[in-house]
């Protein structure tokens, strides 16, 4: 059974104009603290040999210094109410095997990987479906690296939707909490998926990411493939060479990405819809071999191919789009 959710008509004109200027202004700020952050952190020092008064320097530089010393906090109460505008902007839309709920009751007695592709520049099909899911799902955390975590103000503002350290031990900790605390959502392409982006050529980072189900035979946990349409299309990047491999030591993307106009901002014609298929029910290996790695592998690039052919035609822009990995 397949459920489709539609957050806002694409057929017809918005018709609270208020409602797409808010997810405008949402959306946009995501993209844009992005390109800042690293400006405003590099303007930081030098603010004092610039200004004359050490004091107004230390004001300038006092929200990094405030977002340096204080942890990521998750907040169930912004991603639920004040960023519901952008369901809007996007025309965002949901095809579930199934519900949100039976997923809940699935992570009663099976702990799940919930895999995430494409990565995109930024995750806006994946910032939508946090907005869109009951309260009672939104403990469900997003396994990141590491310097994310420790990257100032992105690592707050990325932080609302609930993080946690993408390292093996931290990981299987987090498999031993109950229901959908013990779960996870995993971007199985990384930051190296991130440069892959086109709209031209669906590009999956995967042939080589075999990790995450090596893990996941060996503590019991099942997979859930879902695809992210539209986190490929909604901004482009450029992907000079370099850059990908200085992004993959730094654990953040060094690059720039654009939009609307050219600037910074997700494009606002591009539909995004969230596909989620059925569980992967996969054998509990304590020391998996390389052929039973090679073979779930297999599997789960046979869910991902299925997931994006029979969802393709639903949006303008991937009807002719192929799947690369």
Same mark, same amino acid.
């Given at each position: 059974m397949i459920i489709s959710t539609s957050f806002a008509n694409p057929t017809k004109p918005m018709k609270n104009p208020l409602t797409w200027w808010?997810?405008?202004?949402?959306?946009? @700020?995501?993209?844009?603290t992005y390109i800042l952050t690293p400006i405003y952190c590099i303007a930081c020092p030098? #603010?004092? *040999?610039? $200004?004359?008064?050490?004091?107004?320097?230390?004001?300038?530089?006092?929200?990094?210094?405030?977002s340096i010393? @204080?942890?990521?906090?998750?907040?169930?109460?912004?991603?639920?109410?004040?960023l519901?505008?952008?369901? #809007?902007? *996007?025309? $965002?839309?949901?095809?579930?095997?199934?519900?949100?709920?039976?997923?809940?009751?699935?992570?009663k007695s099976r702990r799940f990987i919930l895999c995430f592709q494409p990565h995109g520049v930024i995750s806006y099909v994946g910032f939508c479906a946090a907005v869109s899911?009951?309260?009672e799902m939104r403990p469900l955390q997003?396994?990141?690296?590491s310097s994310l975590l420790q990257t100032p103000i992105l690592k707050h503002l990325?932080?609302?939707?609930?993080?946690?350290?993408?390292?093996?031990?931290?990981?299987i900790n987090q498999f031993r909490k109950p229901g959908i605390h013990g779960c996870i959502v995993l971007y199985v392409g990384g930051i190296a998926e991130l440069f892959k982006c086109s709209r031209t050529e669906e590009r999956l980072f995967l042939s080589k990411r075999k990790g995450f189900i090596k893990l996941a035979l060996q503590q019991n946990v099942d997979i859930v493939p879902a695809y992210l349409f539209g986190n490929t299309s909604?901004?482009?990047?450029?992907?000079?060479?370099?850059?990908?491999?200085?992004?993959?030591?730094?654990?953040?993307?060094?690059?720039?990405?654009?939009?609307?106009?050219?600037?910074?901002?997700?494009?606002a014609n591009e539909k995004l819809l969230y596909a989620r298929g059925n569980p992967m029910q996969l054998p509990h290996i304590k020391e998996p071999t390389q052929a039973d790695i090679d073979h779930w592998h297999g599997k789960y690039c046979e869910q991902v191919r299925k997931l994006y052919e029979s969802h393709q035609d639903k949006l303008p822009h991937y009807k002719h789009k192929k799947i690369v990995y």
């Open positions: 808010l997810g405008f202004l949402t959306a946009s @700020l995501f993209s844009l030098m #603010s004092f *040999f610039i $200004y004359e008064s050490w004091q107004t320097a230390f004001l300038f530089s006092l929200p990094l210094l405030i010393l @204080l942890p990521p906090m998750q907040s169930t109460t912004i991603v639920g109410s004040w519901k505008p952008m369901l #809007s902007y *996007f025309q $965002y839309q949901e095809s579930l095997a199934q519900s949100n709920q039976e997923i809940m009751e699935y992570a899911m009951p309260p997003s396994a990141v690296a990325i932080g609302i939707f609930g993080l946690t350290n993408a390292s093996k031990k931290n990981l909604v901004l482009s990047v450029w992907n000079w060479g370099p850059l990908a491999s200085l992004s993959r030591s730094c654990g953040v993307a060094l690059t720039y990405f654009w939009g609307l106009g050219g600037l910074p901002i997700p494009r």
